[in-house]
Structure formats: C-alpha cells, structure tokens
C-alpha cells in the first residue's frame, strides 16, 4: 500500500523542473513502520547533508507536499525500503533520474559514495550485494529487504559474517533472489533449523531453534510498538 501510495504522489505532483545546482536527493521509503521513530530520519538527512548532498524530499517521515512538487529537481532518488522501489521506477523513467538502494549504518559512507557515482552515470544502484542467500551461511535477519540486505552487507564487510535474509514477500518480486521469502510459519521455522544465530524481531523467537543465538532487532511492522523503546538507530551518527 505504501509503495502505491508514494508513486502515485510523485505522478500527480512532482513537476517537471530543472535539477539543482549542486548534487541533490530525494529520499524514499522511511516509513515508522520499518524505521520507527528513534531518530534515524532525522539523522540520515544529517548524514546526507555531512556528506554534502542536499534533500529535497522525503516520501516518508518528515516530508510535505510542497518538497514533493520540487522532487524533479533532484539529482538521484534514495531508496530505503522497498516500498520506495515503484516511485524510484517511475521518476526513472519519467525524469531519467536514477536511483540508489540501501541504508547507511554507523555513519558508512558508502551510499554517500554511491549516490556520488550515481549522478556520474554509474550503473551500480545497491548499496548491498543482490546476489542468492547461501548454504555457507549460518545466522539468518528477519527484517524488510532493503533494511537486512544492508544489515548483511555490512555484518560481511565489518565482521565477515555471513547472513542470510527472510522478508516479507514484495509486491513485485524485485528481492526474489536475493531473499528467502516469509510464506508461511512453517517454511520460516524450517529454514531457521540449521541457523547458528538470529537477528530478528522479538515476536519470532518462539519458532526459533532454542540453541541459537537470538539478537532481538524489533521491525515495528510485525510487532506494533511493542518493542519500540528497543529499537536501535544503526546510522548512530
């Protein structure tokens, strides 16, 4: 619903306008569902701006009708989630603006460097591997795509973990190879049988093999605010 919501925002009021001076985003996806309110907005706009990169609008936490009109302008979109993927999509094709994937955690510049590249023309678009889950792996996140695969990318990079990812199902299949999809109880409890630890939302713990590591990451879209105190900021700037 919220991917349809924000597309439809851009189409009926992004307005075709001239990009800005200096290198611009608009940022997509930061809904309190999958972000909650513990800062992490606030504190990726100060990230961007850190790296000197403007924002001209969210779809999301902190935006406005007004930002939205302006969108056009911007020199690449930043997608957080996966319900910004339909807007990215269309303001790619209809303002040939391109578009970057993924969350930045404790301050890493690299989407800062990839949506640098972007309005270069580069072609990479994720700030995380799209590659298949593997057998080698042996700790799982549970979370929404765009939200764990960054968290996967950089457990490898910092501390050469290996993860997989379980995810809700995406309304157009865009993660179907590079997540396992959550269908079922059942399916989700079978392939966490093997995991050595879990990163997950609290409310997953009773299907979880009782001699794994558990390491609660609450996602307030399954949970509610249940665990919203306990939700962490990963940007930490």
Same mark, same amino acid.
């Given at each position: 619903g919220a991917g349809i919501a924000f597309k439809e925002l851009v189409i009926r009021f992004a307005e075709e306008t001239a990009r800005t001076k200096n290198i611009s985003v608009n940022i997509l996806g930061t809904t309190p569902l999958d972000f909650s309110i513990n800062g992490y907005a606030e504190d990726l706009n100060e990230y961007l701006k850190i790296n000197g990169i403007e924002v001209i609008a969210n779809l999301g936490m902190g935006g406005n009708l007004d930002d939205v009109k302006r969108s056009a302008s911007a020199h690449v979109n930043l997608v957080v989630s996966s319900c910004g993927i339909p807007a990215a999509k269309w303001m790619k094709e209809k303002f040939d603006i391109p578009y970057v994937?993924?969350? %930045? &955690?404790?301050?890493?510049? *690299?989407?800062?460097?990839?949506?640098?590249?972007?309005?270069?023309?580069?072609? +990479?678009f994720a700030g995380?591997?799209?590659?298949?889950?593997?057998?080698?792996?042996?700790?799982?996140?549970?979370?929404?795509?765009?939200?764990?695969?960054?968290? *996967? /990318? #950089? $457990?490898?990079?910092?501390?050469?973990?290996?993860?997989?990812? +379980?995810?809700? %199902?995406?309304?157009?299949?865009?993660?179907?190879?590079?997540?396992?999809?959550?269908?079922? /109880?059942?399916?989700?409890?079978?392939? $966490?049988?093997?995991?050595?630890? &879990?990163?997950?939302?609290?409310?997953?713990?009773?299907?979880?093999?009782?001699?794994?590591?558990?390491?609660?990451?609450?996602?307030?879209?399954?949970?509610? *605010?249940? #665990?919203?105190?306990? +939700? %962490?900021?990963?940007?930490? +700037?």
């Amino acid at each position: 619903g919220a991917g349809i919501a924000f597309k439809e925002l851009v189409i009926r009021f992004a307005e075709e306008t001239a990009r800005t001076k200096n290198i611009s985003v608009n940022i997509l996806g930061t809904t309190p569902l999958d972000f909650s309110i513990n800062g992490y907005a606030e504190d990726l706009n100060e990230y961007l701006k850190i790296n000197g990169i403007e924002v001209i609008a969210n779809l999301g936490m902190g935006g406005n009708l007004d930002d939205v009109k302006r969108s056009a302008s911007a020199h690449v979109n930043l997608v957080v989630s996966s319900c910004g993927i339909p807007a990215a999509k269309w303001m790619k094709e209809k303002f040939d603006i391109p578009y970057v994937m993924g969350i %930045p &955690i404790k301050g890493s510049r *690299r989407i800062a460097d990839l949506i640098k590249d972007a309005d270069r023309g580069s072609q +990479i678009f994720a700030g995380f591997a799209m590659g298949a889950n593997t057998d080698d792996a042996d700790t799982y996140i549970i979370h929404e795509p765009v939200y764990a695969l960054s968290l *996967r /990318e #950089y $457990l490898q990079k910092q501390y050469e973990i290996c993860a997989n990812v +379980i995810s809700p %199902p995406d309304a157009d299949g865009f993660f179907k190879n590079s997540v396992y999809t959550m269908d079922s /109880e059942n399916k989700t409890r079978e392939l $966490l049988k093997n995991a050595v630890r &879990i990163i997950a939302d609290p409310m997953y713990k009773p299907i979880c093999p009782k001699n794994a590591e558990f390491i609660p990451l609450a996602h307030e879209a399954f949970s509610g *605010r249940i #665990y919203r105190n306990d +939700i %962490p900021n990963l940007l930490d +700037i």
